[in-house]
């Protein structure tokens, strides 16, 4: 914040979240002379994790493989699904309220040996 002319101090905020979500915070500065209101919001996500699935089925028949996409943050999300490679297929979009855990059923439909 200002103290006058162009001087700045800096003010070091420590935030430690229990788990990923969406946090909102005021912080309040007074002075004799002023009060400034500051809106804070701190974003945390989880921490990423490599997967790797295999798929394994005799030739043309299919397999779904059921990944299950828990929310614990405050908000629903919605997510859009791109799949790349062949013979995968899923629902383009999957929505996830709060608190819950969905599947998203991801396909695997081998039109060949491979």
Same mark, same amino acid.
């Given at each position: 914040?200002?103290?006058?002319?162009?001087?700045?101090?800096?003010?070091?905020?420590?935030?430690?979240?229990?788990?990923?979500?969406?946090?909102?915070?005021?912080?309040?500065?007074?002075?004799?002379?002023?009060?400034?209101?500051?809106? #804070?919001?701190? *974003?945390?996500?989880?921490?990423?994790?490599?997967?790797? %699935?295999? =798929?394994?089925?005799? @030739?043309?028949?299919?397999?779904?493989?059921?990944?299950?996409?828990?929310?614990?943050?405050?908000?629903?999300?919605?997510?859009?699904?791109?799949?790349?490679?062949?013979?995968?297929?899923?629902?383009? #979009?999957?929505? *996830?309220?709060?608190?819950?855990?969905?599947?998203?059923? %991801?396909? =695997?439909?081998?039109? @060949?040996?491979?």
């Amino acid at each position: 914040f200002f103290l006058g002319g162009s001087e700045t101090i800096e003010f070091p905020i420590k935030f430690t979240a229990q788990s990923a979500g969406c946090y909102h915070c005021q912080i309040v500065l007074k002075s004799s002379s002023d009060i400034r209101v500051y809106e #804070v919001e701190c *974003v945390v996500n989880a921490e990423q994790a490599d997967a790797q %699935l295999e =798929f394994l089925t005799p @030739a043309y028949q299919t397999v779904t493989q059921e990944i299950p996409i828990s929310n614990v943050s405050g908000e629903d999300w919605k997510f859009e699904a791109y799949l790349e490679g062949q013979c995968f297929h899923g629902p383009s #979009v999957i929505s *996830v309220p709060v608190g819950q855990t969905v599947p998203y059923p %991801l396909v =695997f439909k081998p039109v @060949a040996e491979c």
